[in-house]
């Protein structure tokens, strides 16, 4: 097949993808010209019997829990069907709106859980992903016209869905229905291309891993354009970055400087750190706070070469280009002087790192341990061997797993394939499900649900869901 773009969507029961739960999935396969070229897939999943949706989540979406029967699937069946369309065709574009960050990372986990390769649908059969989020930040940024742009009443742009394409779209949406955020991400996209095309066929070029690597290697202190959330609507999401080095531990990682603003950087240049142990320890204790950044290319980065930058976007953005230039010289000769080299060896070191708690239940491990070429063969196995509800012989491979994938295996069998556990698995099965959703915890929970019944006492739609919620729970948890 030639090139074409898959936009998808999700409606969750809650924000983390290790442990909430996908309540909808749609999708819809576009030409590159946004022609829609396949019907509409739109299915749901069923809640396992140890999770407890987010009522908050189900008030956004207003989709209860297993409420659409007979089109429900359980995870196991549900994960199965989406990896089957994300890798039916060649040179698929995976697509969505902040699916980078949010849809994507329910994709892994969920895939992870049920024993299908997290990862290979986004580059495998020449396969890509991308974000129209970040194209429309990029726009807003570097070239405005043609869109009309929202903001709050303190003049931060807005970048929601549903903002955007009620002002720029005569169709009429219902947000947070999965199908219908799919088709309103479609018409944006179009609106993009035929207003900036120039930009939107450059990002969607260098979209690719290997096209961006090669720009970063001949980018090395080397000043370029930016653009990510991390740096706040506040700041238009963009900044001029010097590239630094790429890191020791992971090859699709470089790391680079704020050039724009960096005061704590001045600071400490201005104090004079003389000794080795000083910068080192200074620059371990600093990192985000002096404007060091993380750039991964697995995740699609907006970069751009400096001289997009033009003089009416300088002026639009409020850059200070005296303190751009006196900032980029002074970092050039930090960080070439003789006596401060060995600093790239040393930050070429820094891990990529977020504030992660440990996680001990297996369906939190995902980016833990990464499996080996064994391991991933046997989840294969293990896949194959649940489809057909071969569990004689899973019983015999279990003992060969670590307990990673026995604990996976555990819990995949329990929430999809519960008449088939034997006497002991049962046990823990139940004592599992009295440790996580007891009298005391469903408690709280209906708690919150009434919490909620009462804040919007007013809103009659809201108040007939929660008590939707609640007689869910009656029927489901003898409660």
């Given at each position: 097949m030639k090139k074409n773009f898959l936009f998808y969507d999700y409606e969750t029961f809650g924000l983390n993808p290790k442990i909430d739960k996908i309540a909808q999935f749609a999708c819809v396969r576009t030409d590159i010209n946004f022609n829609i070229i396949s019907s509409p897939k739109i299915f749901y999943c069923s809640i396992p019997q140890d999770y407890l949706p987010d009522p908050?989540?189900?008030?956004i979406t207003s989709i209860l829990p297993n409420n659409n029967k007979n089109n429900c699937l359980k995870e196991f069946y549900f994960a199965k069907k989406i990896y089957n369309i994300f890798n039916k065709y060649l040179n698929t574009c995976i697509i969505g709106f902040n699916n980078i960050n949010f849809d994507d990372e329910f994709t892994r986990n969920i895939f992870y859980r049920?024993?299908?390769?997290?990862?290979?649908?986004?580059?495998?059969?020449k396969n890509s992903r991308w974000d129209i989020i970040n194209v429309l930040r990029t726009c807003f940024a570097l070239r405005p016209k043609g869109i009309n742009w929202c903001f709050d009443n303190k003049k931060i742009p807005i970048f929601k869905l549903s903002k955007i394409t009620k002002l720029n779209i005569k169709k009429k949406f219902s947000?947070?229905?999965?199908?219908?955020?799919?088709?309103?991400?479609?018409?944006?996209?179009?609106?993009?291309?035929?207003?900036?095309?120039?930009?939107?066929?450059?990002?969607?070029?260098?979209?690719k891993f290997h096209r961006l690597l090669n720009i970063l290697k001949k980018s090395f202190f080397k000043p370029i354009i930016y653009i990510s959330s991390i740096f706040g609507a506040k700041y238009n999401n963009i900044r001029r970055v010097l590239i630094l080095t790429q890191s020791n531990?992971?090859?699709?990682?470089?790391?680079?400087?704020?050039?724009?603003?960096?005061?704590?950087?001045?600071?400490?240049?201005?104090?004079?750190?003389?000794?080795?142990?000083?910068?080192?320890s200074f620059f371990l204790k600093n990192f985000l706070k002096i404007g060091m950044r993380f750039i991964n290319l697995s995740k699609c980065p907006i970069l751009l070469p400096i001289t997009v930058l033009l003089k009416k976007n300088i002026k639009s953005l409020t850059l200070n280009q005296k303190?751009?230039?006196?900032?980029?010289?002074?970092?050039?000769?930090?960080?070439?002087?003789?006596?401060?080299?060995?600093?790239?060896?040393?930050?070429?070191?820094?891990?990529?790192?977020?504030?992660?708690k440990k996680c001990f239940h297996s369906d939190e491990q995902l980016?833990?341990?990464?499996?080996?070429?064994?391991?991933?063969?046997?989840?294969?196995?293990?896949?194959?061997?649940?489809?057909k509800k071969n569990f004689l012989k899973l019983e015999k491979i279990f003992l060969s797993l670590d307990n990673k994938l026995k604990n996976l295996l555990f819990f995949c069998k329990a929430r999809?394939?519960?008449?088939?556990?034997?006497?002991?698995?049962?046990?823990?099965?139940?004592?599992?499900?009295?440790?996580?959703?007891?009298?005391?915890?469903?408690?709280?929970?209906?708690?919150?649900?009434?919490?909620?019944?009462?804040?919007?006492?007013?809103?009659?739609?809201?108040?007939k869901i929660l008590l939707k919620l609640l007689f869910f729970l009656k029927n489901n948890y003898n409660f």
């Open positions: 908050k989540a189900i008030l049920n024993f299908l390769d997290p990862y290979s649908w986004s580059w495998k059969n947000f947070h229905d999965a199908l219908s955020d799919v088709l309103a991400t479609i018409e944006i996209s179009k609106l993009i291309y035929l207003k900036q095309p120039k930009l939107f066929k450059f990002l969607f070029y260098f979209r531990y992971n090859k699709k990682i470089f790391i680079s400087i704020d050039i724009d603003n960096n005061e704590k950087f001045f600071n400490f240049v201005n104090n004079n750190y003389k000794t080795k142990k000083n910068l080192e303190k751009y230039y006196r900032n980029l010289n002074i970092f050039k000769n930090f960080f070439l002087n003789k006596n401060h080299k060995y600093l790239i060896k040393f930050i070429s070191k820094f891990k990529y790192f977020k504030n992660i980016y833990s341990k990464f499996f080996s070429f064994k391991e991933s063969k046997k989840n294969n196995v293990i896949r194959i061997l649940l489809e999809n394939f519960n008449i088939y556990l034997n006497n002991f698995e049962k046990n823990s099965w139940e004592k599992y499900i009295h440790s996580k959703i007891n009298l005391e915890k469903l408690f709280l929970y209906k708690k919150k649900i009434y919490k909620l019944i009462k804040s919007n006492k007013h809103n009659l739609k809201n108040k």
